[in-house]
């Protein structure tokens, strides 16, 4: 079983939809939660990160982090085509430790 | 300020070759991280060196190393390529080993193809 799990999609949504992506991990040392975005033959950009549990709001995208579930969550409200990209969760024990990343969830936003 | 950068950008090798990819860090990041990422794998951690030392290692062969110079600079290097080895090898690096946040910033990636 890998310490990340994330749905690889694609997922297709209609302009101004609301999105959900998600990830399930299973180490409970995680601490530091992050979702990086990548557009194709670009490297991930980092979009959002996290510290322990509850949320984050930034614009269009929250965050929400689970730790009782292991379960952490990105939401983007009125979505954009410009928002069509790859979306990967990452998750570390910090203080030097590596950094692991969920699959990447594909997902495509149709104008 | 410029960001991390990565060379070559593409190349193509055949089995049996080996290869070294080269990463700039962002002026004053003294953590690099190298991934590989493939369609069926997604992103693999290979390892990450601060001040010139191997701090973490993934699960990946001998044949992957790396090493980093006194300028943060760091250089991966795979040697008898074998077809599974082609993959996007993606840099990463970070200010300080200690930062909680561990947040990495990434260069564009080397695209390797093994024939």
Redesign the interface.
């Known amino acids: 079983q890998k310490e990340v799990e994330?749905d690889?999609g694609p997922l297709s949504v209609p302009e101004g939809a609301i999105v959900s992506l998600n990830c399930t991990y299973s180490n409970s040392a995680f601490?530091?939660f992050?979702w990086?975005r990548q557009y194709s033959?670009?490297?991930?950009?980092?979009l959002m990160?996290t510290?322990s549990s509850g949320n984050k709001e930034d614009g269009r995208f929250t965050a929400q982090v689970d730790k009782s579930s292991k379960y952490i969550s990105l939401f983007i409200r009125d979505s954009q085509p410009s928002d069509s990209a790859t979306y990967?969760c990452?998750m570390?024990e910090?203080?030097?430790?590596?950094?692991?990343?969920?699959?990447?969830t594909r997902l495509f936003v149709k104008a | 300020k410029a960001g991390?950068t990565q060379t070559p950008r593409y190349l193509i090798k055949t089995r049996g070759q080996q290869v070294t990819l080269s990463c700039s860090p962002i002026s004053g990041h003294r953590?690099v991280?190298w991934?590989q990422q493939t369609p069926g794998?997604?992103?693999q951690?290979l390892f990450?060196y601060?001040s010139e030392t191997q701090?973490?290692k993934?699960n990946f062969p001998g044949r992957f190393s790396g090493r980093q110079f006194s300028n943060s600079r760091s250089e991966m290097n795979v040697s008898t390529l074998e077809l599974g080895d082609s993959a996007l090898y993606?840099c990463?690096s970070r200010r300080d080993?200690?930062s909680?946040?561990?947040?990495?910033?990434?260069?564009?990636?080397s695209r390797l193809t093994v024939l």
């Not at chain 1, 033959?41 to 980092?46: D, T």
């Not at chain 2, 909680?100 to 990636?109: D, E, I, K, M, Y």
């Open positions: 994330q690889p601490q530091y992050m990086y033959r670009k490297g991930p950009e980092l990160y510290y990967l990452a570390s910090g203080g030097g430790f590596k950094t692991i990343f969920g699959a990447g | 991390v953590s991280s991934y794998q997604g992103l951690f990450e601060f701090r973490n993934g993606l990463a080993r200690d909680g946040a561990n947040v990495l910033t990434f260069g564009a990636g």
